[in-house]
């Protein structure tokens, strides 16, 4: 089955400075590569996602990049604000799969 | 209201006692799953249903069952609770993407259970 690496587990920046989450998954197969934010008590929600046929998608201050080649995705996001802070998560799914396989999590701590 | 709601919130329960977690969505979708978060561990999945009768196991599914009592319920149980199983339990939907698109997921707020 799939496996799903994330690195790191903890990430420190300051207000207005980037942070970049990397993933990488083990199944040549996979092609949809979701990433999820856990706001403090709740449940994750979809922030952006990226399937197989593009190298990099973007939605205002977040980006994600894949390379299917090295088998890598990572999340980047830019002038950081405190709301950031949050637990992200990766995920991905084979190509005909119904679940997702997540990464461990990122916790996120953007100081003011 | 929530799309996607869980009771209880939070439960204290012994060693040995059945307890049972719901799911209710409001979403309409034909797909739930029940999640389990560790720390450290991410989220795993526990069983998965696509509709009322399909029922599948996931990647931890020793120790729990489930029920879809209709499109829109789906209930986790343990049936006897072990301190092991003191987590935070996720139930999550999604739509029928269509053949090999997979579709997001949305959260409940989560049941916080703890086993003494």
């Known amino acids: 089955g799939e496996n799903v690496e994330q690195h790191p587990s903890t990430l420190s920046v300051q207000e207005g400075d980037s942070a970049v989450i990397k993933c990488t998954y083990s199944?040549?197969?996979?092609?949809?590569f979701p990433w999820y934010k856990q706001e403090l008590g709740k449940g994750p929600q979809l922030i952006i996602d990226i399937r197989s046929n593009v190298g990099e998608k973007k939605d205002q201050r977040i980006a994600v990049t894949l390379n299917k080649t090295a088998k890598h995705f990572s999340l980047h996001i830019t002038e950081t604000q405190p709301e950031d802070s949050a637990v992200y998560f990766c995920a991905a799914t084979p190509s005909g799969y119904s679940t997702l396989t997540f990464g461990k999590g990122t916790m996120l701590l953007v100081s003011p | 209201d929530a799309d996607v709601t869980q009771t209880p919130r939070n439960r204290i329960t012994k060693t040995g006692k059945r307890i049972m977690l719901e799911c209710s969505q409001t979403?309409?979708?034909?797909?739930m799953y029940w999640y389990r978060q560790d720390p450290g561990l991410g989220l795993r999945l526990i069983y998965y249903?696509?509709?009322?009768?399909?029922?599948n196991k996931g990647e931890i599914s020793d120790g729990y069952s489930v029920s879809r009592q209709a499109q829109a319920k789906f209930s986790l149980s343990l049936e006897s609770a072990i301190p092991n199983q003191t987590a935070l339990y996720f139930c999550?939907?999604?739509?029928?993407?269509?053949?090999?698109?997979?579709?997001?997921?949305?959260f409940g707020p989560g049941t916080r259970l703890t086993v003494l």
């Open positions: 199944d040549s197969a996979s092609n949809y």
């Open positions: 249903s696509f509709d009322v009768k399909d029922i």
């Open positions: 979403k309409g979708h034909d797909r």
């Open positions: 999550a939907t999604s739509d029928n993407g269509g053949r090999g698109v997979l579709g997001e997921q949305f």
